[in-house]
């Protein structure tokens, strides 16, 4: 133990000499207050010069005066940046002073850790124990789980979707379709897959929502849409944000699956630049797991009524247009519907979700799963953007993962009981 101590106290102070900072040795988060245009165009140089990562917003043209900017900035580089932000005026407060002490939480293990009592479903998984997760949940619900496989991703991972279905037959059952992980560093994303997989297989026949939609309607599940995104979050960079493939014109890698369906493909609130986060691909549908995904629901798209994708973070309840400003013929249905899931989230947790047309609630983002899926004929088409506002954003601990889930999940309840009232 005291070995221990004193390694620990000279690792610490080794770290120290080399940063030459004595401010930080540790990754942060820096919250940034943004109030003039001149500040908005320091920060956007900012977020795309140093070796920072751009939290919030996606993408730093979204960066505008009276933006709240969050910013992971390596040890480092803390430094520069902060000097940076303190000459030009900038307000700014370190929101995380520990990144890495967060990702360990987020990484440790029941096993490594007999402390913690924390289920399965509250924690956060790696892929090879996603995929066992599925083989197993099906292997012991065979009357109520089928795994399809849909395709596989660039680095040819498979890309297994969960059928879940009651154990009543009806002649045409109608369906809702289920995404995770489209973007890989928003881990709670999948774990709300997990959850809500495991809730209805718990809970089918005991808890009238979840039985009735389960009666009424097949749930396709896809757990991790970005499996190889996600593996590279969780061996390389925590940060990642898009999938992995290789480009021929650069070497920069991945393509942001949220712009990359075919809807107002590639205009403003996308990038055609290949090193840009939000960088929409080659052309509509050049990714394998955005083709595989458009695929699924094109030969699905009589049965399918409800599309959702889960994202974080935000706490926000949106739906389309994300390519336009445009209202969609059904917008004020839509907004019904996320206005009453928003309200029963606040009222059984006390917790403030955002809600709304997306382009106008967060930003335009063009080429969204959402969106495309509206336009396919799914009417009823959401993103939720899951805890939290911004205090851990993707580094939220596991201790957060219920809550998270639970809200999420009544406000998926709201939303399908309704949907199953109207088709
Ligand atoms: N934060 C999400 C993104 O940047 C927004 C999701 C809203 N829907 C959409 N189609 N953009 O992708
Ligand atoms: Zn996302």
Redesign the pocket.
Known sequence: MKALLIWAVLLNFYKLLKTGDCTSTHDQVLSIQVTTHQQADIVRNMSSQYETVLWSP??PEHIRADTEVHLFVPANNLGTVTDLLKTHHLIYQVLLDNTEELIEMQTRNESSDPRSSASYYERYHSLEDIYYWINKTAQEHPDMVKVILIGSSYEKRPLYVLKLSGRQERAEKRAIWIDCG??AREWISPAFCLWFVQYSLNFYNLNNDITEMLNSMDIYVLPVMNPDGYKYTWTTNRMWRKNRSLSKESNCVGT?L??N?D?NWCTK?ASNRPCDE?YCGQFPESEPEAEAVANFLRSHKDSVKLYL?I?SY?QML?F?Y??SNEEVPNHAELFELVQEAAMKIRRHYRNNYKYGA?AKT??L???????WAYNLGIHYSF?F?LEDRGRYGFLLPPSFISKACNEALLALKSIALRVIQKT
């Open positions: 996606a993408s489209i973007h942001d949220n712009r369906f809807a609130g939000i994708s994202h935000g949106l389309p994300s390519c997306s967060i930003y983002a063009p080429g969204g799963s959402d969106d993103t953007e």
